[in-house]
């Protein structure tokens, strides 16, 4: 899974469904193919963004490929 505003791999699970991005430092929920992104201010408050959209939308069939190493 990649971040969905720096595209960034290096993301943390903080939640079922809620994430942070080490990168960027920005949280995300994602649910029925919505994305939400969070702002976590200097004083560890976390304020939503508002987008154009409102929401990002994911791709409904996203497949990750997973192999084993050796």
Not at 12 to 36: A, F, M, P, Q, S
Request: hydrophobic share 25%.
């Amino acid at each position: 899974m990649n971040c969905p505003l720096c595209e960034a791999r290096d993301i943390g699970r903080i939640g079922r469904e809620r994430y942070y991005c080490r990168e960027c430092c920005h949280e995300w929920t994602k649910g029925d193919g919505v994305v939400k992104i969070y702002e976590v201010l200097s004083d560890g408050t976390v304020v939503r963004l508002e987008t154009k959209s409102e929401s990002f939308q994911l791709p409904l069939s996203r497949q990750v490929t997973r192999r084993r190493a050796g």
